[in-house]
């Protein structure tokens, strides 16, 4: 696909964020990701590929989607139900998002070219100017798509746009190559260091996360801040914490956020028709989670709860 037409499938931007990267920043949010945690936040994000969200709450009973959706994955009782097995989107019409005039059914995912994008992103270049700020790429995961990825980023570092990624780090070392040039900062996720549980509970081995982050490393890439999402049961515990001090000093990598595990996202678990499988599993104190920081901070780490 010719430069000017490649697209990137976005689900959500959002713009004047300050707590992924530093100053004033634009979050782009990318669809697709290799990895399946079971603590996701943005389970929207999973497909590669356009989706559908329900909105219970948004319904008026006109019955517009029954009768549009040719594939019969549309149930009606009280309201209007996704029958997810029948639905076959994004290869179909999209019926019953047309006709659907209280907006109940809406799409997630929506395909844009780089130059699109990018005319959004200018838009801030002053806030960026002022407040050290810029874009910051998220997802999902950024990789999942890294012919526009790379491309994107060339784009602006030609516009001399503060560039962040936050990356779940599973990916070809080949995508890293490509894009380290044009990218200032990388948030890099750290979720277990046990690979047999990191696999439980991600869907995915850590083998390849740890290789690349020692790659960044070793190709003197270290503009890297380390990234754990703290979940109660899973490794809110000292013997996690001590061996990642251990290789974050290894790696002489400095800075690390810890960012806690909340129940925000189980409504859109409930939207999407998907499991949530960690609707009762208790938060973490935040004492505990002092006692964390504290400890990194005695291993002489730069500590930051909830990110910045």
Not at 134 to 141: L, N, P, R
Not at 213 to 237: A, M, T
Not at 258 to 266: F, G, K
């Amino acid at each position: 696909m010719n430069e000017k037409n490649l697209e990137g499938l976005i689900f959500d931007i959002q713009r004047y964020a300050v707590h992924d990267g530093p100053g004033i920043r634009t979050l782009i949010f990318l669809k697709g990701c290799p990895l399946r945690c079971k603590w996701c936040q943005n389970p929207e994000s999973w497909k590669k590929t356009e989706d559908i969200i329900f909105l219970e709450e948004k319904c008026i009973g006109c019955k517009k989607c029954l009768t549009a959706c040719e594939h019969d994955a549309i149930q009606f009782k009280k309201a209007s139900r996704i029958n997810r097995e029948k639905c076959v989107v994004p290869n179909c019409s999209l019926s019953c998002v047309k006709n659907c005039v209280a907006q109940a059914i809406q799409l997630i995912g929506k395909k844009m070219p780089i130059n699109e994008i990018l005319n959004i992103v200018k838009k801030d270049a002053l806030y960026y100017e002022n407040s050290g700020g810029g874009i910051t790429i998220s997802g999902g995961e950024p990789f999942y798509q890294p012919e526009f990825l790379a491309d994107f980023l060339k784009k602006c570092k030609d516009e001399k746009i503060h560039a962040v990624i936050e990356t779940c780090g599973h990916a070809k070392w080949d995508y890293f190559e490509k894009i380290l040039p044009n990218v200032d900062l990388l948030y890099y996720d750290i979720k277990l260091l046990n690979s047999d549980e990191h696999e439980k509970y991600t869907g995915v081995t850590n083998d390849v996360i740890l290789s690349n982050l020692k790659k960044l490393v070793k190709n003197k890439f270290k503009n890297i801040v380390i990234r754990v999402p703290i979940v109660s049961n899973i490794n809110d515990n000292m013997n996690f914490f001590s061996k990642l001090a251990e290789l974050m000093k290894k790696l002489a990598l400095l800075e690390i956020h810890i960012l806690p595990y909340h129940r925000l996202a189980e409504k859109k678990y409930e939207r999407l028709g998907m499991n949530y499988e960690l609707k009762n599993i208790p938060l973490t104190e935040k004492k505990k989670i002092q006692e964390f920081k504290l400890f990194l901070e005695s291993k002489g780490l730069i500590v930051k709860i909830g990110g910045g």
